[in-house]
């Protein structure tokens, strides 16, 4: 299935070339979507640099302590923390995970917000993944916000093919961390695609992630938060298929944290590679229960 010639509208621009190279099999894919992971992978590398200092949940671009809720990490995560930063753990566990992963890719499924994007670049930095948004990457083939919208609105079902060929070519490749929109949990086809990889709901609330990028502000935007509360309840049953659940609130009651928008993103990506460990163990335990005696 091509991108519709409405969808794929001129693309931003080439910069390089980066995927194709480390996937020369990956021949197959059309040029617009090639452009598109292209364009992604550089702004994602240049923002890399800003990401390797801790980001905060919410809106903070440096880190000037550890968590203010890491109490004693040790006792659930078997890395002693004192006097360690959580993105030091948060490595350390990728490069102990990474030889079990194989290359997996990650899919981040749940409403789309700041807590999540920022928590898929954590993840992608310590497992030395390439990290995308499908999101962004559709805006960007239909050539901005203003556009993407407008097809959406004019054509419903070329934009969810849209959204369905680019998790295609996502699905189809190895050392991803992705930002899937709530278009990948809301069709069979593109449920069926987050299984080729391991797919994490980041769940949070809805209160805090229309809060958006400004953490500080008490109230939350009234239409952004209608806006992700109806598609919550639009997904949540895609939200359920995943291979595991994140929830902040357990993670706050875990580190003994009250306030949920002191949990940091390094603090979610270390939940998180907990959990793909657990997977892969149980993995792991099944095809050896499956061999013959």
Known sequence: MEISASA???????????LPLFYPHQARITSSTKSLLSSSSSSSSSS?????????LISSHRRIAPSPCLADQSAFTGISVVDSDTIDVVKRKAMDLA??????????????NPVKTNTGKV???????????????????????????DLKEADEKAFKESETEVLKQLSSMGRLVVCAGDGAVQSLINLALLRHGISIWIDVP?????KGDDSFNSEPSPELFDALKESYEKSRRGYDTADA?????????????????????EDIALEVLKEIE?????????EEASRPF
């Open 278 to 286: 657990k997977l892969t163990r149980v993995k792991k335990m099944m």
């Open 8 to 18: 794929s509208l001129t693309s931003s621009g080439f910069l390089h070339r980066l």
């Open 206 to 210: 809805v209160d805090i992630a229309a």
């Open 245 to 265: 659940s994140i929830s902040l609130q357990r993670i706050a009651t875990k580190l003994e944290c009250e306030d949920l928008e002191a949990i940091t993103s």
């Open 48 to 56: 890399s640099s800003s990401s390797s200092s801790s980001i905060r």
């Open 99 to 112: 030889p079990e992963l194989k290359g997996a890719s990650i899919f981040l499924i749940g409403i789309n």
């Open 123 to 149: 993840l992608a930095e310590a497992l030395r993944y390439y990290y995308f948004d499908s999101d962004n990457l559709i805006t960007e083939a239909a050539g901005g916000n203003v556009s993407v919208q």
